[in-house]
């Protein structure tokens, strides 16, 4: 007699994997184009090669744009967005932020070290994260410390939480952070700025003398290895193997800022401190960032020459803005202080001061790459760079330059335009839906996609 009870089971069984089967083969069919993502319709500022759609449409595909243009068939089962009326730009990049950082975290004062690195000590529950992402800011690059003339090494990051809550990192090692003005007293001064100018230097001809050191001893080893075959077994054990130099990390990270690999930002002020940080990129052969420097229009010429780039904001010219007087730090006519609260604490009048455009009109001209970073270290300062890229538009740059001063030029001075900054197929669909014009200030953010996900939306 058949085992009925066998037979029974080993028929479900069959059916139970048929069926298994053909829901495997419906995914491989259905499933890819169920997480497309079709946005149709809108007015798209590529920031790349295709410049301004007025009609445009976005294909995301697996986290990264599979195509854009005017005209993109819709696949089979692709979620669909019609943005009549709706403008979309890059996810922003801010070139200098605090986020990710605990306040205390910023007036550290402990050792200086260039090996010192941020992602070491970020706080992967800020709230100031989702703020920032609503206003559209993708990207940023965290600074380091920013008291210390060493600040260490910065990180560029998405700001959103990946797996198990871990930032998702996108360059290490962006940067070595210096600072080329200390204060002392709330005041800095010719003496002060020359020391910080010579402890930086020092460090950098310490690591010559290492990297030599260290040539000179694999010239040795070579020698020494080469002699080693040629001579009997007895011979070689007279042979003295070279003393190997000891490793020093910190060294180590300012030869691969010699040799280019990292780019130095020196944060600067003032027309000497800019000058001293371009004779420091000219002597070790760097590639150089200035940030900040309020003062840069007095060096046009020297800036464009010597190939850096620079990260400002008009509204660090605190002087053209005080009402009568605003605190360093703070954009200005938010607080009033004294005069000694000043950074720039001389006896110039600061009223009716010419704020600059006719300067920042020829910046548009010059081979100086450009990026704007926020006037001040607050981590919430980070989600105005849009903002940021309005009020600069009014200096006399065209509308262009400034949405690319918080998306394509920022990624590039920060090593990552290969994946953000720019709406292009295979880069990262990481993008911002707006309700109107991409620089209008009363334009809001209704969508912010991260890697081609919906990161936000207004309800």
Not at 186 to 192: A, C, G, H, R
Not at 279 to 300: A, Y
Not at 342 to 354: A, C, I, P, T
Not at 404 to 414: D, F, H, Q, R
Request: hydrophobic share 40%.
């Amino acid at each position: 007699m058949p085992n009925r009870d066998f037979e029974g089971n080993a028929v479900k069984s069959i059916r139970k994997s048929a069926a298994i089967f053909l829901f495997l083969i419906f995914l491989s069919v259905y499933g890819a184009a169920s997480d497309q993502i079709l946005l149709k319709n809108a007015k798209i500022y590529t920031m790349g090669e295709m410049r301004i759609l007025e009609n445009g449409m976005i294909l995301i595909k697996d986290g990264k744009i599979e195509k854009i243009g005017p005209d993109i068939p819709a696949p089979s089962g692709v979620q669909v967005f019609d943005l009549v009326g709706k403008t979309v730009i890059p996810g922003m990049v801010c070139a200098s932020s605090s986020l990710f950082l605990e306040n205390h975290d910023l007036q550290y004062s402990g050792e200086e070290k260039p090996d010192t690195n941020v992602l070491e000590g970020l706080n992967y529950l800020d709230l100031h994260i989702p703020q920032v992402l609503k206003r559209g800011v993708t990207t940023v690059y965290i600074s380091p410390v920013s008291f210390r003339f060493i600040g260490g090494l910065g990180a560029v990051v998405k700001v959103i939480s990946g797996e198990n809550g871990k930032i998702q990192v996108l360059q290490e090692n962006a940067a070595l952070n210096f600072r080329l003005e200390r204060l002392q007293d709330k005041k800095t001064s010719n003496v002060l700025r020359l020391t910080q100018y010579h402890k930086i230097r020092g460090l950098f001809k310490q690591a010559v003398e290492y990297r030599n050191e260290w040539a000179e001893y694999t010239g040795k080893l070579e020698r020494y290895e080469d002699e080693k075959k040629k001579l009997e077994e007895k011979e070689k054990a007279k042979q003295k193997e070279p003393q190997k130099p000891k490793k020093d990390e910190a060294k180590e990270i300012l030869i691969l800022a010699m040799d280019n690999k990292i780019p130095v930002r020196f944060i600067v002020h003032r027309p000497d401190a800019i000058l001293q940080a371009l004779q420091l990129g000219k002597e070790f052969g760097l590639s150089v960032i200035l940030e900040r420097g309020e003062e840069w229009p007095q060096l046009l010429h020297e800036l464009a020459e010597a190939s850096v780039s620079l990260l400002s904001n008009p509204l660090l010219d605190y002087r053209s803005y005080l009402l009568p007087g605003g605190t360093k730090g703070y954009p200005a006519g938010y607080f009033q202080v004294k005069e000694t609260d000043l950074f720039y604490s001389d006896k110039e009048s600061v009223r009716g001061r010419d704020p600059g455009q006719e300067s920042w009109g020829k910046l548009t001209d010059s081979k100086i790459r450009f990026a704007l970073v926020p006037p001040d270290r607050f981590p919430l300062s980070a989600g105005f760079m849009r903002i940021y890229a309005a009020f600069l538009s009014s200096h006399g740059v065209s509308p262009e330059f400034a949405l690319g001063a918080v998306t394509s030029e920022a990624a590039k001075i920060l090593g990552v335009a290969d994946r953000v900054g720019s709406l292009e197929e295979g880069k990262d669909a990481d993008l911002v839906v707006l309700d109107g014009e991409a620089l209008d200030s009363l334009s809001k953010v209704e969508m912010v996609f991260v890697d081609g996900t919906m990161a936000w939306e207004k309800k």
